[in-house]
């Protein structure tokens, strides 16, 4: 009976033991923590076991020692004196019963703790009366993370089914707390992915294939406005204010990037332009989508991350209207189209600004308006003019001292007392102005910003201006520059349209020229005509095109220079004659560029110097016909000597035929002898003539010695008929010179027939002319005629040299003008000066012809 | 040469030009009169002061001396010397000095050959009476 009771007995307690593990599975899985799981473990092992303690101890943080959880269950009464007890206490390893169990990992029964040596709660036990008790391990892995243990009053011998039993609920309670704390871990997860949707810059927004917004973080809210759960896909771009970069066309719905991710499209970087219905200002994101797929693959929805990149859009239109500003000043726009751009953009920077520009006059001391064209008129108008000074606003302060000036308050501000009303009319607070300055540090204008409120300017306003003032002064340099090449160019445009200066450009490469309007008159073209280089050649002569071209080419190569005098053939016969001047810019590698020059027209001169010319060889003439007349005697007795050899030859000839006793030896000799003199007679007509022809210069190789000579017994007729003699000194080592022998012939007579003419009131043994020749030098040659008469002018012998200047009744006093303008023509010069005794003497230099031998004789 | 003293005297030439004085040599030779030609005037005066010189022809115009020179100076050496001048250049102040000095003729240059021969014929015949 008994062993069936205690079979009973056994059974009975296995079975309750069963309900009890069922329960506490049941009660742990519902658990929704640890600490309560473990609560329920030690609260029905103790009610269903006969335990009246049960805790539970824990590794501290740094894992050297147990401690008491918090989770307990115990009796009535003064069973709590032991909890006191075990919270006071920390097991290390092996120490006491939960670290013997912490070691070992295994549980541990004591039969009665009393008499256990390891044990240190033994007094408290005993006072209490404590005897059994159980400690057992919870293990994660093969970690312990948590030991339990019971006390009972009685003494029990170990129960390896209860300790079974226990075993298998703390294995209940283990997977209890992995499965909790995966559970933990996903919910931390989630927090943490919420918080990186709250807290990250970008937005995100997730759809389901409805196009229904599961997510929307707050970015998202903060970029396109509150979420809106009613709408469908195909009104977002309306209700977020979705546009395309041109900021105005609404964005397509279908080609919206969520749209698409949501169709399984990857989306990249699209860029789109934000702006809703109550804000100031857009906003600027960048977008990228992809589609969300099931373990499938299915279409589930799609995914967007936008990025807000306006400042980058900013920063991005402000170079580019930088560069546009720059562009404008290269492509010489005018000034205050560029400065108005500038402003403009400066103002878009930032919200509430206005910004001005004003320029300083040449004279230093004075402002004009540049740029404001959102300042109202008045003001405008007022500053326009204005002087600059140390008190005068700010940016006639700033350009007065070469410094910004900051003024927060225009109203209390000592620097705008003059300018208070106009400000507080215009609404102007606060004005900031920094001077423009050239790199040469003059002071060019000054760029100013304006606030409706009082402060100073903010790091972003002062970067502003920097950049303002430095595009500034590069557009006002550059457009001073260019003024003062314009004045320059119209100067000299004025100057060689007064001078009939022809400016021209040849592009030889791209056949090509440009022509100022002068030019085109000069050569004939109409002013619409494009012009080529073979075009202006067409121009030139025809008799000179092939010389001034290959005289182009070849002084361009050469020297990089040109200049050329010819003749143009105009349209219609017409004549021109002009000098042309030009220089070659080549690049660095000497390839021609350019010619730039210009042409000016000499004709007006070149007909004057021709009219000249022929003015002069028509006074040389006339010289020569009057000199004639000086020679009358000299000439007929020259014709006559001839003439009358042949009449007497002649006579005698035709008397000894009459007489019949002609020697016919002796008539050859008469009959030759008047071919002689035929010829003689015919030689001094030649003479004449060629002295009274108008012939123009014809140089040769001539001994001047023999000239002289033969010039002199020429005129020695009309000497002798004047009772004067004329000798001659001739240096026989005389050079050659190269002459034209009528015209030197010419100032030889016109020399003597002066000296005879100048010597006609002395007695005739007086009347002497010496003529000599020298050359000292060898390089000159050297004539001088030399007389004995009156002498010149004692102030000022060369007036002899004067048009019209006479001292004889019938002479005309061109005598002495044609001798020098001929000595001149030939390179030589004319000296007149008073002989050391009395008397004058002319002297003539001819350059001197070295090397030559061959003598041309006189005629 | 039908006259003795046509054929006895001589005729003095003087002129620098040597081929207008070549012609009146042959000239006078072509009608028998003896001649002595001279192209410079010192000659002839040389000769003048050494002999009798019934007639002389002279020209004016030449290189060293005119005419009127040596006509003053055979005025002083030989003063019956019957002189004709002949000129190529007409010079009336020159006429009128050898005029007064005292020529026989005057012909200017070139002249009619009769007139000049009986010219030089009158004057020989003249200095012989």
């Given amino acids: 009976m008994e062993n069936h009771t205690a079979a009973e007995q056994s059974y009975n307690q296995s079975k309750e033991q069963l309900s009890l593990l069922q329960t506490i599975t049941i009660e742990v899985a519902a658990a929704d923590h640890f600490s309560s799981a473990l609560e329920v473990v030690l609260r029905r092992v103790c009610e269903k076991t006969g335990w009246v303690i049960g805790q539970a101890w824990v590794p501290n943080r740094d894992g050297t020692a147990l401690d008491c959880g918090p989770v307990w269950f115990c009796g009535n009464g003064e069973l709590r004196n032991f909890r006191v007890a075990s919270e006071a206490s920390h097991f290390r390893l092996g120490i006491g019963l939960p670290g013997r169990v912490w070691e070992s990992k295994q549980p541990a029964w004591i039969e009665d703790v009393r008499d256990d040596p390891n044990f240190p709660r033994t007094a408290t036990a005993r006072n209490i009366g404590l005897k059994t008790a159980v400690g057992l391990p919870i293990l994660s892995g093969d970690k312990v993370i948590a030991v339990i243990e019971f006390f009972m009053r009685e003494s029990r011998s170990k129960s390896e089914q209860l300790v079974k039993v226990i075993a298998a609920i703390a294995a209940q309670l283990n997977l ?79 080609q919206l990037p969520l749209t698409r991710s949501i169709r399984g499209e990857e989306v990249n970087n699209v860029e789109i332009f934000v702006r809703r219905e109550k804000a100031a200002r857009g906003l600027w994101v960048r977008v990228n989508g992809r589609p969300l797929r099931g373990p499938k693959g299915e279409r589930l929805g799609g995914v967007i991350v936008c990025r807000d990149i306006t400042q980058f859009k900013e920063e991005e239109f402000f170079r580019a209207g930088q560069s546009r500003v720059l562009e404008m000043i290269a492509a010489d726009a005018p000034l205050a189209d560029v400065l108005t751009s500038l402003v403009l953009l400066m103002e878009g920077q930032a919200e509430g600004l206005r910004c001005s520009i004003l320029l300083l006059n040449r004279d230093g001391k004075h402002v004009r308006h540049g740029a404001a064209p959102n300042l109202p008129e008045a003001y405008v108008k007022a500053v326009n003019g204005a002087a600059i000074g140390p008190r005068n606003g700010s940016c006639g302060t700033a350009m007065y001292t070469r410094r910004p000036v900051v003024v927060t308050d225009v109203m209390t501000d000592p620097l705008w007392s003059d300018y208070r009303e106009l400000a507080k009319i215009c609404g102007l607070r606060a004005c900031w102005s920094t001077p423009i300055l050239s790199p040469q540090g003059e002071v060019l204008g000054s760029f100013a910003m304006y606030r409706q409120e009082t402060r100073g300017p903010l790091p972003e306003e002062a970067r502003l201006t920097e950049i303002a003032t430095h595009i500034a002064g590069i557009a006002i340099e550059r457009h001073q520059q260019q003024e003062i090449l314009r004045e320059r160019e119209a100067r000299i445009s004025l100057a060689a349209e007064s001078a009939e200066l022809a400016f021209w450009i040849l592009y030889p490469e791209q056949n090509a020229a440009w022509m100022s309007e002068k030019g085109r008159l000069i050569y004939g073209f109409d002013s619409n005509l494009p012009l080529t280089c073979d075009l202006i050649l067409s121009r030139v002569h025809p008799d000179e095109r092939a010389a001034v071209k290959a005289a182009y080419d070849r002084s361009c190569a050469l020297y990089g220079t040109f200049e050329s005098e010819h003749r ?21 590698e000497g390839n021609l560029l350019e010619t730039v020059g210009v042409t000016l027209d000499v004709s007006a001169q070149k007909q004057a110097d021709l009219q000249l010319q022929v003015q002069r060889e028509e006074m040389a003439h006339r010289n020569r016909v009057s000199l004639m007349g000086e020679m009358t005697a000299s000439f007929a007795h020259e014709l006559n000597q001839p003439l009358t050899a042949i009449a007497n030859n002649a006579s005698a000839a035709r008397r000894f035929l009459e007489h019949g006793n002609i020697d016919p030896a002796l008539l050859q000799q008469l009959l030759q002898d008047m071919v002689a003199d035929s010829q003689r007679a015919g030689d001094v007509i030649r003479g004449i003539r060629s002295l009274v022809r108008k012939e123009t210069s014809v140089h040769a190789l001539l001994d001047l010695n023999a000239v002289i000579t033969e010039t002199v017994r020429l005129v020695s007729t009309d000497v002798l008929s004047r009772e004067s003699v004329v000798t001659t000194e001739l240096d026989p080592q005389l050079p050659q ?4 022998l009528v015209q030197i012939q010419q100032v030889l007579l016109n020399l003597i027939i002066n000296a005879l003419d100048a010597m006609e009131g002395l007695p005739p043994a007086e009347r002497r002319i010496i003529v000599s020749t020298r050359s000292d030098k060898g390089d000159v040659v050297e004539v001088s005629v030399r007389d004995f008469g009156t002498g010149l002018p004692k102030d000022r012998p060369d007036k002899v040299f004067d048009h019209f200047f006479s001292t004889k009744q019938k002479g005309m006093g061109m005598g002495l003008t044609i001798v020098r303008s001929i000595v001149e023509a030939h390179g030589g010069t004319i000296v007149a000066e008073n002989a050391p005794e009395r008397g004058a003497r002319m002297i003539v230099r001819l350059p001197a012809v070295r090397g030559q031998t061959q003598t041309i004789a006189a005629a | 040469m039908s006259n003795p003293i046509e054929a006895e005297k001589e005729v003095c030439l003087l002129d620098d030009d040597l081929s207008v004085l070549k012609s009146m040599h042959y000239l006078l030779a072509s009608e028998g009169f003896k001649v002595r030609a001279f192209s410079k005037a010192a000659d002839f005066l040389v000769h003048a002061s050494t002999h009798d010189v019934p007639v002389v022809v002279t020209d004016i115009w030449m290189d060293q001396v005119t005419g009127l020179e040596v006509l003053a100076r055979l005025c002083a050496i030989s003063p019956k010397t019957r002189v004709i001048v002949i000129t190529a250049r007409e010079d009336l102040a020159a006429r009128a000095t050898a005029m007064a000095i005292g020529p026989v003729a005057f012909f200017m240059k070139p002249f009619d050959d009769e007139k000049f021969i009986a010219a030089v014929r009158d004057a020989l015949n003249q200095s012989a009476k």
């Fill in chain 1, 176 to 254: 209890v707390m992995e499965r909790k704390r995966a559970e933990e871990e996903l919910s931390r997860t989630n927090e943490i992915l919420q918080s990186i949707l709250s807290n990250m810059g970008d937005a995100v927004i997730v759809a389901d294939k409805d196009g229904k917004l599961l997510v929307f973080n707050p970015v998202a809210e903060r970029f396109f406005g509150p979420r809106a759960t009613q709408t469908t896909p195909s009104e977002w771009s309306r209700q977020y204010g979705l546009y395309l970069p041109d900021q105005v066309t609404l964005f397509p719905p279908d």
């Fill in chain 1, 568 to 588: 143009l053939l105009l349209p219609y016969g017409k004549t021109r004659w002009v000098i042309m001047r030009g220089r070659c810019l080549k690049d660095e």
């Fill in chain 1, 737 to 740: 010179v190269e002459v034209t």
